[in-house]
């Protein structure tokens, strides 16, 4: 069998200057690209060498549903390994977010927060 890797995700976002900034300052990431995108938008790839997200706004974008577990094709939260938990959690809080369903599972610990746009993501540590 062949190997598969997940290289980028792809959301819109309101503002992709803003949240390309609070996810370098966050996860240490780093910008990757930026420019022109699709139907008159801007998308900035953040991330590393080997991952990163896609943040995309087209202009005039409508807001998110409140419940996108309830949505067929919704995006329910995305996924972030990181070597100290503790250490990123104090940085999403300094970035005036709020962290919720915190939990030790085997094998690692987690905790979830939803960004200015509402899109949860979910921090995990195997360390």
Not at 67 to 87: E, F, P, Q, R, S
Request: proline share 3%; charged share 25%.
């Amino acid at each position: 069998m062949t190997r598969s890797v997940l290289e980028h995700t792809n959301f819109t976002v309101a503002d992709p200057d803003a949240t390309a900034a609070w996810l370098c300052d966050v996860f240490g990431w780093k910008i990757r690209w930026q420019g022109d995108a699709i139907h008159g938008g801007r998308s900035i790839h953040v991330g590393t060498d080997d991952s990163y997200l896609a943040i995309y706004n087209p202009g005039g974008a409508r807001p998110a549903t409140d419940d996108n577990y309830h949505t067929i094709g919704g995006l329910n939260h995305v996924g972030i390994v990181v070597d100290d938990l503790d250490k990123t959690e104090a940085r999403v809080k300094a970035q005036g977010f709020e962290t919720h369903s915190h939990a030790d599972y085997e094998p690692g610990r987690r905790f979830y927060f939803h960004d200015g746009d509402g899109i949860e993501f979910e921090v995990v540590s195997y360390a």
